[in-house]
T-cell receptor
Framework: DTAVSQTPKYLVTQMGNDKSIKCEQN?????MYWYKQDSKKFLKIMFS???????INETVPNRFSPKSPDKAHLNLHINSLELGDSAVYFC???????????????FGPGTRLTVL | AQKVTQAQTEISVVEKEDVTLDCVYE???????LFWYKQPPSGELVFLIRRNSFDEQNEISGRYSWNFQKSTSSFNFTITASQVVDSAVYFCALGSTQGAQKLVFGQGTRLTINP
């Protein structure tokens, strides 16, 4: 069974469209994340949710809206897509460490978004 | 602010050679976590190791070993007797114990193992 899954794997769309990427984890983790990997392979956190509550929002344009219907799912909706949104988007999950700390984050396979 | 630097952008070696990937980090936290991830050509991110800043013991897992030196803020990764399947982009990352969990990644090192 896939631990962290994302759909779709590839997404090609026109500028100005709205699209969503879905993420599901079956690891029983409390925290989920979205990361963006740009064309130079640089990975940067976008959002983090803990038990459906937004924890991190790293100065991402408000065209990006994460939604967590339950702690196993974290979807990413993007409005009015721009050329610069083209990237690989990774979902990840980890267990919350109540004592503080960074537990291991397990990543999904990534979604390659191409905006034409 | 937290920062991770992987100064080696690309490394190319011949199979069976040993290779070391460098990672230098900056943090004001007294406790933190360090990670290495592998991204093969297929694109997924594969977890390799997590290390707590309190634990400076080096770790070995098969052909992989990690050298953590707090004095120089480095967490280097060595592959012994490299194989073609080791070809990938390798990322070093830093996690905080303060506030929300997030990973700050280095720029990655592209490792090519030639047959």
């Amino acid at each position: 069974d896939t631990a962290v899954s994302q759909t779709p794997k590839y997404l090609v769309t026109q500028m100005g469209n709205d699209k969503s990427i879905k993420c599901e984890q079956n690891l029983g983790h409390d925290t989920m994340y979205w990361y963006k990997q740009d064309s130079k392979k640089f990975l940067k956190i976008m959002f983090s949710y803990n038990n459906k509550e937004l924890i991190i929002n790293e100065t991402v344009p408000n065209r990006f809206s994460p939604k967590s219907p339950d702690k196993a799912h974290l979807n990413l909706h993007i409005n009015s897509l721009e050329l610069g949104d083209s990237a690989v988007y990774f979902c990840a999950s980890s267990q919350e460490m109540t004592s503080g700390g960074s537990d291991t984050q397990y990543f999904g396979p990534g979604t390659r978004l191409t905006v034409l | 602010a937290q920062k991770v630097t992987q100064a080696q952008t690309e490394i190319s070696v011949v199979e069976k050679e040993d290779v070391t990937l460098d990672c230098v980090y900056e943090t004001r936290d007294t406790t933190y976590y360090l990670f290495w991830y592998k991204q093969p050509p297929s694109g997924e991110l594969v977890f390799l190791i997590r290390r707590n800043s309190f634990d400076e013991q080096n770790e070995i897992s098969g052909r992989y070993s990690w050298n953590f030196q707090k004095s120089t803020s480095s967490f280097n990764f060595t592959i012994t007797a490299s194989q073609v399947v080791d070809s990938a982009v390798y990322f070093c990352a830093l996690g905080s114990t303060q506030g929300a969990q997030k990973l700050v990644f280095g720029q990655g090192t592209r490792l090519t193992i030639n047959p």
